[in-house]
Each structure stands twice: as C-alpha cells, then as structure tokens.
C-alpha cells in the first residue's frame, strides 16, 4: 500500500471518528471589552474516554495543531479527554479544509457547514457589523441540536446586546 493511499485511509478514519465523536461548536462568551459586549469563539473538539485517548492523539498529529485535555476536569467522575482546537488560523487553515475533502456522512455535515461559515465570516472581520454579528449568533444557536445544551438563551443575550449597544 503507498503512502498516498494510508493517508486517505487515515484521513477517512479520522472522518468518520469525528462524525460519531467530534463537535463543531461556537460558545458565545459575555466580555465587557468586546464591541457588543459578547464574543463568538468556535471550536472544534474531540472527545473520548481515557483508555482510547491513543485515538485523539492520532487526530492531534495529523491535524498539527490544537491540544488535549481531560473533558472537564472538575468533575472527578468524568474520566473523559478531548482534543480542542480553537486557533481561528488553525480552524481556517487545516480543519476546515480537512473536512471540506473528507466528508461527513451524519446531520454534522450540517453543523460543519454553518461553523465553516461562521470562522471564515470572522476570518473576514465582519462579525464587527452588528447585523452580521446577530446572523453569525443565529447560525451559532441553529447548530447542535438548536443550542439544546447551551446554558444560555438567545433571546437574553440578544436583549443584553441591545442594552449594551445603546449605552456604548
């Protein structure tokens, strides 16, 4: 088997770990000294129990790029790691294109598609106009199941958005 071939092997496995175990997220994060007082960071990450980390240190050195860390390190029954990659350049430069060549097959390949248009719209800067600012939250709260697992709602957030524009 040549090397060109193990790549492609390789890159389909990663495709396909990642769309069982991988998440493209955008967390939207309350800063005071952000134009809108709130801001958007995407995310790509991969979890998995510890005794299969070897798995996420395979993405990791293929990717270049990002880190692993345990899932949630507070929580002493989560025995969980993951591999997170939240370098906008990074997300722009080689996760992005890595699965635009190797698809995914479930209801992700949506969520993939709106975080791809997500970064590459604050890869533009134009997450500074409020408008398309308010379009990349909706496109935020639209993947994932709708923002089921969000701790916050959108319309709160729109509503401190309001409030803090109008004081600026």
Not at 51 to 58: I, M, T
Not at 116 to 126: D, L
């Amino acid at each position: 088997m040549n090397a060109d071939n193990q790549q492609e092997r390789l890159d389909s496995y990663i495709a396909g770990y990642v769309d069982g175990e991988g998440s493209f997220h955008v967390a939207i994060q309350k800063v005071g000294h952000v134009k809108f007082g709130y801001q958007l960071l995407p995310e790509f990450h991969v979890s998995q129990n510890f005794d299969y980390a070897s798995v996420l240190r395979l993405i990791h050195e293929r990717f270049g790029c990002g880190y692993i860390k345990p899932n949630h390190a507070k929580n002493n029954r989560d025995k969980s790691w993951v591999f997170v990659v939240r370098n906008r350049a990074d997300l722009l430069n080689k996760v992005i294109p890595f699965f635009e060549k190797n698809k995914l097959l479930s209801p992700k390949a949506k969520d993939f598609d709106k975080f791809a248009f997500v970064v590459r719209s604050m890869a533009a800067k134009e997450h500074f106009k409020k408008d398309v600012f308010l379009n990349l939250l909706d496109v935020a709260f639209s993947m994932n199941r709708n923002g089921k697992y969000r701790k916050s709602n959108i319309s709160d957030i729109k509503k401190n958005l309001e409030s803090s524009t109008t004081i600026r």
